[in-house]
């Protein structure tokens, strides 16, 4: 008698102390399309494996983001039969070169690392990307702008100071003259969030000629028969714009195809401020670790 009075106190023990936890699942991230329903990841890499070009848009400090950027580059590789093409804001223009030679075994990591500009996480969120690339053998482009020039049009707000770089420094920037619209104001690490700038329209400029010139670079890049897969903010492609907007100057056939990331308190329905953002929205909780 006593041994069965023990066995049903501790039974009562585990089911108050199943119940004093929450018991939901936790989810690291959903997906969702443009119009918030829900899809599943191989429906999404099916969609993308149909387009020309895939622009990933990233928050940089959120692994969700960099691990899935890792996993589309992974599953798009092997469902296009190795013929993808990989390019990044992360990486300037004037740094091909480097990451060429470093691509192509000519130098060691430490000389790449200590030589070339790199981003603060680029240990954890961007090398996993390009050592796939080395390993692979998949082409690695540097897009972005190199922002002693980018900086250069914020400070003066004009756009025809570009116009007296030296020949040289003009083959990392889009071509000139740069068209821009004067609404396309900066948003900080992809939250909508204005940023703080004494001269928007300044700043209007130098964002576009970041987007001008990463478009250009996937373009001049571009080979019709593999996908072009490109890393950015978030901010550099949402609703179809930035980047988007220049290739679609360069050609409106092309097959574009955008991610987004989107942080929310509770994601089990995307919220009608994200829905549109982009094809395919990674939704992460707002308490996600973050990578720096």
């Known amino acids: ?44 890499i099916s969609a993308l494996s149909e387009a020309d070009i895939v622009l990933v848009g990233e928050y940089h400090n ?6 899935m950027e ?5 599953s798009l590789y092997h469902i296009k039969d190795k013929r993808i093409i990989l390019g990044a804001e992360m990486f300037e223009a004037d740094m091909q070169l480097m990451l060429d030679e470093y691509l192509a075994d000519i130098v060691s990591s430490d000389r790449f690392e200590a030589d070339a500009r790199l981003w603060s996480n680029y240990s954890t969120d961007y090398e996993p990307l390009v050592d796939f690339a080395k390993e692979m053998k998949v082409p690695f482009i540097a ?30 920037i889009a071509p000139l003259p740069i068209p821009f619209k004067p609404d396309s104001i900066m948003l900080a690490e992809g939250q909508m969030m ?35 897969i490109h890393f950015n903010g978030s901010y550099h492609s949402d609703h ?5 907007y220049f290739l679609r100057i360069l050609d409106p056939k092309l097959k574009i195809a955008t991610v987004s990331t989107a942080q929310q308190e509770d994601i089990s329905i995307l919220d009608d401020a994200y829905k549109g953002i982009a094809d395919f929205i990674i939704c992460v909780p707002e308490a996600m670790t973050k990578t720096y």
């Open 70 to 74: 890792y996993e589309i580059t992974k």
């Open 1 to 44: 008698m006593k041994n069965n009075s023990l066995f049903v106190a501790f039974g009562l023990l585990i089911l108050f102390a199943m119940n004093s936890y929450p018991q939901d699942d936790k989810p690291a991230y959903r997906l969702y399309d443009e119009q918030g329903r829900s899809v599943e990841y191989r429906q999404m």
């Open 143 to 172: 897009t972005n702008i190199p922002r002693r020039y980018a900086d250069l049009l914020h400070r003066t707000g004009n756009a025809d100071t570009l116009r007296l770089l030296s020949d040289e420094a003009k083959q990392y």
């Open 240 to 244: 179809k714009d930035g980047i988007v």
């Open 194 to 228: 204005p940023m703080m700038s004494k001269n928007p329209l300044a700043l209007a400029k130098a964002q576009s000629v970041k987007d001008a010139t990463m478009a250009h670079f996937i373009y001049t890049n571009f080979h019709k028969e593999k996908v072009f």
């Open 62 to 67: 959120n692994p969700i983001s960099h691990w």
